[in-house]
């Protein structure tokens, strides 16, 4: 069964630091999109990207974040200079509108900040 | 008002009770509506989706939503000691949009 993968599971990164987190959606899905899990509370919304351009963001997403989708099969999202405050799970998932609007998730990966 | 709210519990049920779970949400315009189940540090696992009011069954579980009254739940029958995990709801507005998330039921059964 096709599934959305993520690298790497767990990242560490000093404070300041860029990090970049990679992501392969499903390969016939066409909308991508990233969600944040901090410790204990609610999966969050940060970005939708379609067509080679961002459709809708959070206000979560400021200028320190960025995503692209460098080629056919990698989406992946920039973190410019990492706080401690941006330490979560950060989740990865993709949908096709032509079979319905679930999303599916990947595994996550788990981004500490020091 | 949060715009998903959900009762994180915990709740604790014998193996073969039925699970029952709620979600209210105030946001009329949420039209999809989304069940996952995520275990300790993974990533959420779609079980179901539907987008009218009434039931959709699939296996042991059953999705109702009520729109009426902003209120969607999930049901699991016969549960079993592998069902324990946390069960969160999902909703968004329109297809492809972003999906508001409830904090999750963290759900035990216990054999």
């Known amino acids: 069964e096709p599934e959305v993968t993520q690298t790497p599971s767990h990242q560490v990164t000093q404070m300041g630091q860029e990090v970049i987190l990679r992501c392969v959606p499903i390969s016939n899905h066409l909308y991508f999109y990233w969600y944040r899990q901090i410790l204990g509370q609610k999966v969050e919304f940060l970005v939708s990207f379609y067509n080679n351009e961002i459709s809708e963001k959070s206000e979560i997403f400021d200028d320190q974040f960025s995503v692209e989708r460098p080629d056919g099969s990698n989406f992946t999202l920039k973190i410019r200079s990492t706080k401690l405050e941006d330490s979560a799970m950060y989740f990865c998932?993709?949908?096709?509108?032509?079979?319905?609007?679930?999303?599916?998730f990947g595994p996550g990966t788990r981004l500490t900040v020091t | 008002q949060k715009e998903v709210e959900q009762d994180p519990g915990p709740l604790s049920v014998p193996e073969g009770a039925i699970v029952s779970l709620n979600c209210t949400y105030s946001n009329s315009a949420f039209q999809y509506f989304m069940w996952y189940r995520q275990y300790s540090r993974k990533g959420p696992e779609l079980l179901m989706y539907?987008?009218?009011?009434g039931n959709k069954e699939d296996g042991r579980f059953t999705a109702q939503v009520d729109k009426s009254s902003k209120y969607i739940s999930l049901f699991i029958r016969d549960s079993q000691p592998s069902d324990s995990a946390t069960y969160l709801c999902?909703?968004?507005?329109?297809?492809?949009?972003?999906?508001?998330f409830g904090k999750g039921n963290q759900v035990v059964v216990i054999p």
């Open positions: 998932a993709s949908s096709d509108p032509s079979s319905g609007y679930e999303q599916y």
């Open positions: 539907t987008y009218s009011s």
């Open positions: 999902a909703m968004s507005a329109y297809g492809n949009n972003r999906l508001a």
